[in-house]
């Protein structure tokens, strides 16, 4: 994995296109306060994924954020796609019923699998891990990890599967 910091929208503009074009995947962090860096990001992606807290403020946020995608998506007729994630968020049902109904009257789809605040997602940055590294003490915030992604994308595993099987095949 390799990891490059792209400081401003051009550098995002110039550089991301060449990154897709060596990378299986590229997965890039958002800065939530520099809003043209988040637009030129979109005007690259194929899916956006929105952290959301569930709480009215982030509600507001998630709002502007989704006006940013759907500009995106009416310049480039189409893409990003975009999903809405459920973040730092109690096991009560309440908040997440809210933002559900915040997300629906944006007619923005909400992962099922929301990101549970966890200590060991606190502990993560400060130990320089990932959760799926962190051992026992993690666990649960990996299974809740692994959960999302495989919701959000549920045909990379059989890609990878098939694409492996047809690799041996050849051969
Ligand atoms: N699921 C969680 N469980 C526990 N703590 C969390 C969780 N998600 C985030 N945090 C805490 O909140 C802090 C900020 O989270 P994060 O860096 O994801 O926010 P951000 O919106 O990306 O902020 P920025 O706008 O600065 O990029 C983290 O360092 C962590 O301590
Ligand atoms: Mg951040």
């Given at each position: 994995m390799?990891v490059?910091?792209?400081?401003?929208?051009?550098?995002?503009?110039?550089?991301?296109?060449?990154?897709?074009?060596?990378?299986?995947?590229?997965?890039?962090?958002?800065?939530?306060?520099?809003?043209?860096?988040?637009?030129?990001?979109?005007?690259?992606?194929?899916?956006?994924?929105?952290?959301?807290?569930?709480?009215?403020?982030?509600?507001?946020?998630?709002?502007?954020?989704?006006?940013?995608?759907?500009?995106?998506?009416?310049?480039?007729?189409?893409?990003?796609?975009?999903?809405?994630?459920?973040?730092?968020?109690?096991?009560?049902?309440?908040?997440?019923?809210?933002?559900?109904?915040?997300?629906?009257?944006?007619?923005?789809?909400?992962?099922?699998?929301?990101?549970?605040?966890r200590q060991a997602i606190a502990d993560a940055p400060g130990q320089a891990k990932f959760c799926g590294n962190m051992g026992f003490a993690a666990r649960e915030a990996a299974r809740d990890l692994d959960?999302?992604f495989?919701?959000?994308?549920?045909?990379?595993?059989?890609?990878?599967?098939?694409?492996?099987?047809?690799?041996?095949?050849?051969?």
């Amino acid at each position: 994995m390799r990891v490059v910091r792209l400081s401003n929208s051009d550098e995002v503009l110039d550089e991301l296109p060449l990154l897709a074009s060596e990378s299986e995947f590229v997965i890039a962090d958002g800065p939530g306060s520099q809003t043209e860096t988040s637009r030129a990001l979109l005007l690259c992606a194929d899916l956006a994924v929105i952290p959301c807290k569930a709480s009215m403020m982030e509600a507001r946020a998630l709002s502007k954020n989704t006006s940013f995608v759907r500009q995106a998506q009416a310049i480039r007729k189409g893409p990003p796609d975009a999903i809405a994630v459920l973040s730092m968020v109690g096991r009560g049902y309440r908040l997440t019923k809210d933002m559900r109904e915040a997300a629906m009257s944006l007619h923005l789809s909400l992962a099922e699998t929301p990101i549970i605040l966890r200590q060991a997602i606190a502990d993560a940055p400060g130990q320089a891990k990932f959760c799926g590294n962190m051992g026992f003490a993690a666990r649960e915030a990996a299974r809740d990890l692994d959960t999302l992604f495989r919701e959000l994308f549920p045909k990379i595993g059989l890609e990878t599967a098939s694409e492996i099987r047809m690799a041996n095949d050849g051969e």
